[in-house]
């Protein structure tokens, strides 16, 4: 049974840096693209990152590029993010997702990550 | 990346049938046949509901049905429930390896 394990949130200063990992369980890591989406508080869904399954390949949203990273290390099964520069208005749960059809396979709580002074 | 557009609210009694649009461009849901559907209980995390357009990942209810007709692509709830009560939200594919969403719809079982 797939299980996607968000972690690394937490509460950091307008400008910090934060890492967030996702722990993969019960399929092929290495087969599947993945993804980042994000949700500010009270607010709809918003997709943040993607990654080929080799690693090659990034793409972000124009809301992040250049200020977060997306990564992965296949013989870990764990996908990570990079958060720099961080805006009070990146305030939101990340999730992590597997690539599914072209749609998002959520299945953790996500990790909240608060940008505040 | 413009989001989609959906309308905030839907509702409908037990046992009948709601749909919900979801209106693109011909840049995102009109261009590609990748739109995919969540559902959201409160504090919960989104649920993958359709993917491609129409199909459903396994344990989905076939009370779920998706579909599309141009820019615009449908969410069909039959036989509402009162655990169909949630928010949803569509995701389309919007070429050169970008993803949007709608802005959500609230689902009401009256």
């Known amino acids: 049974q797939m299980q996607l394990v968000e972690s690394g949130g937490g509460v950091v200063q307008p400008g910090g840096s934060l890492r967030l990992s996702c722990a993969a369980s019960g399929f092929t890591f290495s087969s599947y693209g993945m993804h980042w989406v994000r949700q500010a508080p009270g607010k709809g869904l918003e997709w943040v990152a993607f990654?080929?399954?080799?690693?090659?390949?990034?793409y972000y949203a124009d809301s992040v590029r250049g200020r977060f990273t997306i990564s992965r290390d296949n013989s870990k099964n764990t996908l990570y993010l990079q958060l720099n520069s961080l805006r009070t208005d990146d305030t939101s749960v990340f999730y992590c997702a597997r690539d599914w059809g072209w749609g998002f396979a959520i299945r953790g709580q996500g990790t909240l990550v608060t940008v505040s002074s | 990346q413009s989001a989609l557009t959906q309308p905030p609210s839907a509702s409908g009694s037990p046992g009948q049938s709601v749909t919900i649009p979801c209106t693109g461009t011909s840049s995102d849901v009109g261009g590609y046949n990748f739109v995919s559907w969540y559902q959201q209980h409160p504090g919960k995390a989104p649920k993958l509901m359709i993917y491609?357009?129409?199909k459903r990942p396994e344990g989905v209810p076939d009370r779920f049905s998706g579909s599309k007709s141009g820019n615009t692509a449908s969410l069909t709830v039959s036989g509402l429930q009162a655990e169909d009560e949630a928010d949803y939200y569509c995701?389309?594919?919007?070429?050169?390896?970008?993803?949007?969403f709608g802005g959500g719809t609230k689902l009401t079982v009256l």
């Open positions: 491609e357009v129409s």
């Open positions: 990654i080929r399954s080799d690693g090659t390949d990034k």
């Open positions: 995701s389309s594919y919007a070429g050169s390896n970008n993803w949007v």
